[in-house]
């Protein structure tokens, strides 16, 4: 049986847990640049880049690791957010982007693995990346519209280069979370096929959509179900959403995607809106509450955590989903699907 057989086969009977967010475990532990840095010989300040962290202090990643997985998280993703060569180069660190991808993939496999064989339960590793600190679809120069800092190739072998090194470091499935710009997704996915093809076995995708706003758009302008559209033909394992707001903003744009998509649906979001020091205070016990009328109304096969999120929220949802009956995976739509900003179904 292949990992995603696996995972769909588990999904069938029950909800599945993902992790929380490793930006605040990390920010939990008050770490000096010096710790970031952790000797390598780098010439701009390193505090803040917490992918860094899987070569320079690879303990505190790995305990971050462990403490979801004790929260009850079946799906681990590595601390790889911002490691791409694009997001990397603002700290020169560019150079480091392989070794960094290998280690995370190392770490949380290790743990991944150390862990089911200790209680049987079975676990799975998402390498996860980022959307890059640059987009695709808009211009960065409002006085020229057709400017763009990157472009797609471009886009693409960089994070081709993250795909290979996290494949190398033990990832079962590729996740490309975040996504303000559906042009970079696109860049992500045809990396993520042409490294299947290159492996010449499944490299499962998990794909995941940030909002920029109430309306339900992300940055580029597509609604949730323009978003599956376009985004349908990679066959991803999982379709979602994660970040943008918490779990009472997102539920009506989740009931939107649950009803269209037939693919897993996996959610996981911060812990509420944040406050006027961009702190969340939402307690674990009210997010868990939010995400339990999600599973209860019938809209979720995997939830987890993001910004905010700590291993206390992640055992709140775990609990709070463990009795509750998986979303029933709807049958593909018939007909030609296509989407600009909105979605047009061209019934068959």
Known sequence: MTKSQALRAEAAKRIIVKDGAYGTSVQARKLRAADYCGGLDLLKDQKGNNDLLNISKPEVVRSICESF??????????????????????????????????????????????????????????????????????????????????????????????????????????????????????????????????????????????????????????????????????????????CSFGAAQLRPHLSALAATADALVMAYPNAGLPNELGEYDEAAEETARQVREWAESGLV???????????????????????????????AQRGTLLAGLEPMLIAA
């Not at 180069?89 to 070794?99: H, K, N, Q, T």
Request: overall charge negative; proline content about 4%.
């Open 69 to 242: 997985a004790e929260a009850g998280a079946e799906i681990l993703a590595t601390n790889t957010f911002n490691a791409n060569a694009i997001s990397q180069a603002d700290y020169g660190a560019e150079a480091l982007v392989g070794e960094i991808n290998r280690a995370a993939g190392r770490i949380t496999r290790e743990v991944a693995d150390r862990y089911t064989a200790k209680d049987g339960r079975p676990r799975w590793v998402a390498g996860a990346l980022g959307p890059t600190n640059k987009t695709l679809s808009l211009s960065p120069n409002v006085n020229d519209p057709g400017f763009r800092e990157v472009d797609f190739d471009e886009v693409k072998a960089v994070y081709r280069e993250q795909i290979d090194a996290l494949v190398e470091g033990g990832v079962d499935f590729i996740l490309i979370e975040t996504v303000f710009d559906t042009l970079n997704a696109k860049s992500a996915i045809m990396a993520g096929l042409e490294a299947e093809q290159a492996l010449g076995r499944e490299l499962p995708l998990m794909i995941s959509m940030t909002l920029t706003d109430l309306s339900g758009r992300n940055l580029s302008g597509h609604t949730v179900e323009a978003f599956w559209a376009s985004v349908r033909h990679a066959r991803p394992l999982t379709i979602g959403l994660n």
């Open 301 to 331: 096969n995997i939830v987890g955590g993001c910004c905010g999120t700590t291993p206390q929220h992640i055992a709140a949802i775990a609990g709070a989903v463990r009795d509750c009956t998986p979303r029933a995976v709807p049958a």
